[in-house]
T-cell receptor, first 112, second 113 residues
């Protein structure tokens, strides 16, 4: 799994519901990222964290929230404020700036 | 803001032919340029990368070239095979303090047997 695990693989959300996507890494890396992928849109950055207890908004943070209480964990909450949450969500880790990312296997979120 | 342009968005080649995907970036401070391959329904995986102090890097059938003056970098795949069919993403490190990657929108490569 490249030292990074996402769960669940598939998630269904009802209208008005908050859901949390899990991302865990076991390589003691500081940097973690959340991306959203829609067909034809590439990868868009939602949030990132370079250190425990600190995180920054990416390009499309509205309707999402994160926490970084432990180095190994970076969960993403998709809130009811996110009006179009159906997408493929990818978490990534990196050993340092200017290094490649290793992605998790992704969570496919669908609104029902 | 900073961005990475990737072309073409789709590319179809015959098995055995070469494929070239090109990217341009806007941040002159970018110094790290990875390429990712994503098969359908799977995670993107790093296939090759290059740093700004190198003009070309090769790994078997895959090569990447970088022209810092023109802010261009390209992925070259020779002797393509059906298993090369996937979406390929280029990326460039953002020159700010975080060094985050900015991704292109992807190229869907189809290799016809």
């Amino acid at each position: 799994d490249g030292g990074i695990t996402q769960s669940p693989k598939y998630l269904f959300r009802k209208e008005g519901q908050n859901v949390t996507l899990s991302c865990e890494q076991n390589l003691n890396h500081d940097a973690m990222y959340w991306y959203r992928q829609d067909p034809g849109q590439g990868l868009r950055l939602i949030y990132y964290s370079q250190i425990v207890n600190d995180f920054q908004k990416g390009d499309i943070a509205e309707g999402y929230s994160v926490s970084r209480e432990k180095k190994e964990s970076f969960p993403l909450t998709v809130t009811s404020a996110q009006k179009n949450p159906t997408a493929f969500y990818l978490c990534a880790r990196s050993r340092d700036r200017d290094y490649g990312y290793t992605f998790g296997s992704g969570t496919r979120l669908t609104v029902v | 803001g900073e961005n990475v342009e990737q072309h073409p968005s789709t590319l179809s080649v015959q098995e055995g032919d070469s494929a070239v995907i090109k990217c341009t970036y806007s941040d002159s401070a970018s110094n790290y340029f990875p390429w990712y391959k994503q098969e359908l329904g799977k995670r993107p995986q790093l296939i090759i990368d290059i740093r700004s102090n190198v003009g070309e890097k090769k790994d078997q059938r895959i090569a990447v070239t970088l022209n810092k003056t023109a802010k261009h970098f390209s992925l070259h795949i020779t002797e393509t095979q059906p298993e090369d069919s996937a979406v390929y993403f280029c990326a460039a490190s953002y020159g700010g303090s975080q060094g985050n990657l900015i991704f292109g929108k992807g190229t869907k490569l189809s290799v016809k047997p």
